[in-house]
C-alpha cells in the first residue's frame, strides 16, 4: 500500500494508482476507503465510464451513497 501513496506523490494526476488502492481497500473489507478511493480515480479520469461505474457498484454496497454515484454517472457520461 505505502508503494501506492509514493507514485502517487510523484504523479498525483494519473487515476490507476487510487484506482487499485481502491481494489485492495475493497479487498481488505474496508469498502468506505475504497470508495473513496474509486471516486478520486473517477474524478481524475472524468471520461472514463469504467471509472464511474466501479465507483457506483462501490457504492451500491454503502446504501445511500449508491444513488448519488449513479446520478454522477449519469451526468457525466451525457455531459460529454
Same mark, same amino acid.
Given at each position: 500500500v505505502s508503494?501506492?501513496?509514493d507514485?502517487?506523490?510523484?504523479?498525483?494526476n494519473i487515476a490507476d494508482p487510487y484506482s487499485t #488502492?481502491?481494489?485492495i481497500y475493497?479487498?481488505?473489507?474496508?469498502k468506505k476507503k475504497a470508495l473513496e478511493f474509486f471516486m478520486i480515480a473517477a474524478h481524475i479520469s472524468a471520461k472514463?465510464?469504467?471509472q464511474w461505474l466501479q #465507483?457506483?457498484?462501490g457504492s451500491k454496497d454503502l446504501g445511500e451513497l449508491y444513488?448519488?454515484?449513479?446520478?454522477i454517472y449519469l451526468f457525466m457520461s451525457y455531459s460529454y
Open positions: 508503494l501506492f501513496f507514485v502517487i506523490r510523484q504523479a498525483p #488502492l481502491g481494489l475493497e479487498e481488505m473489507g474496508d472514463d465510464s469504467s #465507483l457506483a457498484q444513488n448519488n454515484s449513479i446520478s
